[in-house]
């Protein structure tokens, strides 16, 4: 089986870009409401559009 070369001991991953990650998941929050409200005031359209 072929060896794989190690990485040097003095290589760092990247640091995480933490705003970005915060921008990210607050931006996927806005749009899980707003698709959550979204699909809540069409289910009452369709309720009263059908049964009312």
Request: proline share 8%; net charge neutral.
């Amino acid at each position: 089986m072929a060896k794989m070369p190690h990485a040097a001991a003095d290589t760092q991953p990247p640091a995480m870009d933490y705003p970005m990650i915060e921008r990210t998941y607050s931006g996927f929050m806005v749009f899980l409401k707003w698709s959550i409200i979204s699909v809540a005031v069409l289910l009452v359209v369709l309720y009263f559009l059908i049964i009312a």
